[in-house]
């Protein structure tokens, strides 16, 4: 059974930064796509941004230029900094994980982690 753990999420001020991670308990970075996304208040959970087994990343529209996703297979860890955040990046962040391709729909994604909380004020 895959288990992802996402860790990291806080409380910041606007312009702030933060580095989320998703552990897993098994090693899944073989030829999968990871993803992050997110769910803000009264809001349907979005993309932020994927990257698959080849380092082939593709970012939302809104926090391009201001987070990165990155992966560290050795430690079957992802990534995901955040900088310049905005009161609208606010929500629960929730990492992913599918079979390679990438896809932009959260319901591509079969194995999901229980959250980690953002909170940009």
């Known amino acids: 059974h895959v288990q992802l753990v996402e860790s990291g999420g806080g409380s910041v001020q606007a312009g702030g930064s933060l580095r989320l991670s998703c552990a897993t308990s098994?090693?899944?970075?073989?030829?999968?796509?990871m993803g992050w996304f997110r769910q803000g208040p009264g809001k349907e959970r979005e993309g932020v941004a994927t990257?698959?087994?080849?380092?082939?990343?593709i970012y939302s529209d809104s926090v391009k230029g201001r987070f990165i996703i990155s992966q560290d297979k050795s430690r079957n860890a992802l990534y995901l900094e955040m900088s310049d955040l905005e009161p609208e990046d606010t929500g629960m962040y929730y990492c992913a994980s599918r079979a390679d391709p990438c896809y932009r729909g959260d319901h591509y994604y079969n194995r999901w982690g229980q959250g980690t909380q953002v909170t940009v004020s």
């Open positions: 990257i698959d087994s080849s380092g082939r990343t």
């Open positions: 098994k090693y899944t970075y073989g030829r999968n796509c």
